[in-house]
């Protein structure tokens, strides 16, 4: 979700900073001076540069932008645009030196904000608090509460749950709307185990936005906690039916189902899971799991093992083909996958090993 919010509003400024004027910049007495020819010249180029990046024409954009800057070497605006650029075909590194520059040329809010979220995707998160600092310093009314909210997402990456809540209430303070800070706060207290405010939360965001499939998804999450299954299972749909590709939503229905024995509904949960993406590991490992308890341990050893292919640090899948083959009087094989499923920080088979293993 924070991936899409990233490439969204770093879009939404680069049209932003296009429609802005050029502004006088105060810069290092060694850039040289340009004419208004030249000055015309290199905004000719950078609007054609523009219309390239619209095109999703990147490298083409960045020909133009770099042209322009040639010509206008103080000329922020085609920084920071380029920079954006490279963030579409993710050359991070190479973006944060053009947001540098266009600092150095030009400090405002949305170029600190910038910088910040690439650094935030970067996991540069001292980098990015900074920024986002500076962005807030501003006080740009615009991207004020965004800043706060980015704030709250690095905390909550580290596991700051409470420092997260704190700047998700700064972000909300800032613009009473902001959907997607509810989302995330809701999504700490649900870390801390606060599931009655995380509900609260998470309903107003889809009263902000009813399109949210992931609040739905996320919603449901609490409800499984506290054992609201059949509750779980309406916003597990609500959220397939908003987004019919949300193959985390169906495999966690699908885990519902299975705590509820039904494991027709589960099966056809995880299947779908995988039909729409053939590397989601967990989708294997649970149907498998649904098959186990079927007593269809070779069919479920079969989906433990694609678990495995795709990721092979997956403990628990090694646990439970330990189990599977355990069934199947496989000994050897399956303490074999009880000691690579203890390796990999799994306490539980630790106790099979002891128990079951000479």
Not at 25 to 53: C, H, M, P, R, W
Request: proline residues 2%.
């Amino acid at each position: 979700m924070r991936k899409w919010i990233f490439t969204f509003i770093l879009t939404i400024l680069f049209f932003g900073i296009m429609a802005q004027e050029n502004k006088p910049s105060e810069v290092l007495d060694t850039i040289k001076t340009v004419s208004a020819a030249d000055n015309q010249t290199a905004e000719k180029i950078y609007n054609q540069g523009i219309v390239l990046f619209q095109q999703g024409k990147y490298d083409e954009a960045i020909a133009q932008f770099n042209e322009a800057i040639k010509i206008k070497p103080n000329f922020a605006k085609a920084y920071i645009n380029r920079a954006t650029s490279k963030v579409e075909q993710k050359k991070y590194a190479e973006s944060i030196s053009d947001y540098n520059m266009a600092i150095m040329l030009e400090p405002s809010a949305k170029s600190f904000f910038s910088r910040g979220l690439v650094r935030y995707q970067m996991k540069d998160y001292s980098g990015a608090i900074s920024d986002f600092n500076s962005c807030i310093k501003a006080n740009n009314s615009e991207l004020k509460a965004p800043a706060y909210y980015y704030l709250g997402c690095v905390n909550f990456d580290q596991k700051n749950y409470d420092e997260a809540i704190k700047f998700y209430n700064s972000a909300i303070e800032n613009k009473a709307d902001y959907a997607y800070a509810f989302n995330d706060r809701g999504s700490a207290k649900k870390q801390l185990e606060q599931y009655q405010e995380a509900l609260k939360d998470y309903r107003r965001a889809i009263q902000l936005n009813p399109q949210m499939a992931f609040t739905f998804n996320n919603m449901a999450s609490v409800k499984k906690k506290i054992g609201d299954l059949e509750g779980a299972i309406t916003d597990y749909s609500s959220a397939i039916e908003l987004k019919p590709d949300y193959y985390i939503a169906y495999n966690n229905r699908g885990s519902v189902y299975l705590l509820k024995n039904e494991f027709d509904k589960a099966l056809a949960d995880f299947t779908k899971a995988i039909e729409i993406n053939k590397d989601y590991a967990f989708a294997y490992n649970n149907r498998g799991n649904a098959k186990y308890k079927q007593k269809r341990y070779e069919d479920a050893i079969k989906d433990y093992d694609s678990a495995i292919s795709i990721d092979e640090n997956y403990g628990f899948a090694y646990l439970n083909r330990g189990i599977s083959k355990e069934m199947l009087r496989d000994e050897e094989g399956s303490c074999a996958d009880w000691k690579k499923a203890y390796s990999l920080g799994i306490e539980t088979a630790h106790n099979y090993v002891q128990a079951q293993c000479k």
